[in-house]
């Protein structure tokens, strides 16, 4: 079953914030976060582990919450570049199938200057 | 550039046309992935192949036939398609991980396939 995303779109300007999240009906053993700009292929951004863990890179960080079966993905102070459909991918159950991932719908974001 | 490319780009085909999509890693993986991204819809699993086995077949028709003649590349053929597959099709590659361990995909660009 797929994830649910949230919000579906979010506008923004330049330097503010922003979060998406990403729930699942099911235990989620991990979650992938992707970007995708228009007319380009996903770019992997991180993935999380279940154990609550907290990743991040730049700007862009993710939480993870096991007890809620839910991801959130932060941006902050975002840029330009920020600009693109968000996917969260999930992987349910024990890990055992760690090659197949559900998306969710997918969060477009745009930020203008 | 992710190390997976696809040809062609685009495709533009009729209902009674075969064509197939090719698909090609650089990366030294051993999966490989066809998704399907229709506008407005997730990313939608196809098949998946690990260490050149077919490993998930997700519910596709049969008009979509996937082959893996290796590790690097991926082949989808197409015969008798509707208008209603015209989409994007997304090709993937992962190093598949120790047990209990995600893997990350590596998209390629895509191919944007019209069925007329």
């Known amino acids: 079953q797929q994830p649910v995303q949230s919000p579906q779109a979010v506008i923004l300007r330049e330097g503010e914030d922003a979060v998406i999240n990403c729930s699942s009906s099911k235990a989620l053993y991990s979650v992938h976060w992707y970007r995708q700009k228009h007319g380009e292929a996903p770019v992997f951004l991180m993935i999380l582990l279940k154990g609550g863990e907290q990743k991040g890179h730049d700007k862009i960080s993710a939480s993870f919450n096991e007890k809620k079966q839910q991801s959130s993905l932060y941006l902050t102070a975002s840029q330009l570049s920020y600009s693109g459909t968000y996917f969260c991918?999930?992987?349910?159950?024990?890990?055992?199938?760690?090659?197949?991932?559900?998306f969710g719908k997918g969060t477009l974001l745009t930020v203008n200057p | 550039e992710t190390g997976v490319t696809q040809t062609p780009r685009h495709l533009v085909m009729g209902m009674t046309n075969k064509k197939s999509l090719k698909c090609e890693q650089h990366l030294g993986h051993n999966a490989m992935y066809w998704y399907k991204q229709s506008a407005k819809k997730p990313l939608e699993l196809m098949f998946v192949y690990s260490l050149e086995e077919r490993v998930e077949n997700n519910s596709v028709p049969s008009r979509f036939s996937p082959e893996c003649p290796n590790s690097s590349h991926l082949f989808l053929h197409l015969h008798t398609l509707q208008p209603e597959d015209s989409a994007l099709y997304l090709c993937?590659?992962?190093?598949?991980?120790?047990?209990?361990?995600?893997?990350?995909?590596?998209f390629g660009p895509g191919t944007r396939l019209t069925v007329l």
């Open positions: 991918g999930t992987e349910v159950g024990g890990g055992g199938s760690n090659y197949k991932l559900t």
């Open positions: 993937a590659s992962s190093q598949l991980a120790l047990a209990g361990k995600a893997d990350t995909q590596y």
